[in-house]
C-alpha cells in the first residue's frame, strides 16, 4: 500500500487526510499552522516538520492549500515538497488553481523526476468528511490508474477529463455554474417573496421540477432558514472567480453571466461579508430589491 502525504488540512484537508487513514493508508501530515496536525495524528497519521519532508517519507503526496502561490510554495519553494521528492513520486494538487500555473509546476516536477496530476474538488466540507466528493483529474492517464484506489477513499464521483491542468479547466466550469446558479436562486427566492407567494411552498413547488438543482435544494433551503455560514466561502469563491476570469481572457473567451455573478460578489466583499457562504449572495439581491426573505 502506498505511503501518502497530505500537505494542508484546512476544513476540506483534515476530513480528506480522515478518510485516508480510514482506507488504512500510511499518512504523513504538514500544515503551516503546527495544531491543525494534532487531530489527524491522534487518528494515526505521522507528523512533518516541512513538506519536504512529507516528500521523504511518501510515494504520493497530495496538496490542498488556497490559491496558486500557496502551491507554488509548498511544492517548488525553499522547503518545499520537491526537494524531498524522488524519481517516480506521484504528486497530486488538489486546490483549485490557475490551470497555467499548474502545467508550469508540472513541468518544474518532471525535470526531478515527478509524475503529476491535478485534482480540483468539489463537495465541500460535507463531501471531504464524508468521502463523497467529485474529483475531477487532470494529467496521465497510468498516472491516473495508479492512483484511482487512493481517490476512491476521498471521493464518490472521480472522472480523468484530459491532461495536466484540465482538471483546473472543469473546476472553473464547476463554479461558473455554481455561482450562476446560485445568482439565479437568489433573485428567484427574493422575486417571490416580494411577489407575496408563499416561498416555503413556492420553493418546494420548483424544486422537483426542471428547474431544480443542488444549489436550488440545498443553498436556497439555507437561504429560506436565513443560514448563511459556510460550507464554502465568499473569500475563496471570489479567488476562483479571478482565475476563471483569468483563463477566459487567456483564451479570448467572453463571459458576461460570470462578470456578472462576480461584481455581485465584490458587492459582498464590500459590505465585509467574505467569511459567509455563497448562498448570502442573496443578500445583495435583498439589498437590491429592498425585500427580505427571513425577517
Known amino acids: ?13 483534515t476530513g480528506m487526510s480522515k478518510n485516508l487513514l480510514k482506507a488504512g493508508y500510511p499518512v504523513t501530515v504538514w500544515n503551516r499552522t503546527a495544531s491543525k496536525m494534532e487531530p ?13 519532508e512529507v516528500a521523504e517519507n511518501s510515494d504520493v503526496v497530495i496538496d490542498i492549500v488556497t490559491d496558486s502561490p500557496d502551491v507554488e510554495q509548498v511544492l517548488l519553494g525553499p522547503d518545499g515538497v520537491i526537494h524531498g521528492a524522488r524519481e517516480g513520486m506521484i504528486c497530486i494538487d488538489m486546490s483549485t488553481i490557475s490551470p497555467i500555473t499548474t502545467r508550469e509546476i508540472s513541468a518544474k516536477l518532471a525535470e526531478k523526476g515527478v509524475k503529476m496530476l491535478d485534482a480540483p474538488v468539489s463537495g465541500g466540507v460535507i463531501g471531504a468528511n464524508n468521502g463523497t466528493l ?9 498516472v491516473f490508474d495508479e492512483c484511482l484506489p487512493i481517490f476512491e477513499a476521498m471521493g ?18 464547476n463554479q461558473i455554474l455554481v455561482g450562476t446558479t446560485m445568482l439565479g436562486v ?7 417573496k416580494k411577489a407575496g407567494v408563499d416561498i416555503e411552498k413556492c420553493h418546494a413547488a420548483v424544486s422537483g421540477g426542471a428547474a431544480g438543482s443542488w444549489q436550488l435544494t440545498n443553498n436556497g433551503g439555507r437561504v429560506l432558514r436565513g443560514d448563511m455560514e459556510p460550507g464554502f466561502k465568499i473569500k475563496h ?8 476570469m483569468e483563463t477566459a481572457e487567456s483564451i479570448e473567451m467572453p463571459l458576461p453571466a460570470t462578470s456578472l455573478v462576480q461584481q455581485m ?9 467574505l467569511e459567509k457562504g455563497t448562498q448570502a449572495v442573496s443578500m445583495m439581491v435583498e439589498k437590491l430589491a429592498n425585500e427580505k426573505i427571513v425577517g
Open 186 to 192: 437568489a433573485e428567484a427566492l427574493v422575486f417571490a
Open 134 to 142: 467529485s474529483i475531477m483529474v487532470g494529467g496521465d492517464e497510468r
Open 1 to 13: 500500500m502506498k505511503r501518502i502525504g497530505f500537505v494542508g488540512l484546512g476544513l476540506m484537508g
Open 265 to 273: 460578489y465584490r458587492g459582498m466583499q464590500a459590505e465585509g461579508l
Open 156 to 173: 464518490k464521483t472521480i472522472t480523468r477529463v484530459g491532461g495536466i491542468g484540465d482538471g483546473q479547466v472543469t473546476k472553473a466550469v
Open 237 to 244: 469563491y471570489l479567488k476562483d472567480l479571478r482565475i476563471i
Open 40 to 52: 489527524l495524528v491522534e487518528a494515526g497519521a505521522k507528523a512533518a516538520g516541512s513538506p519536504r
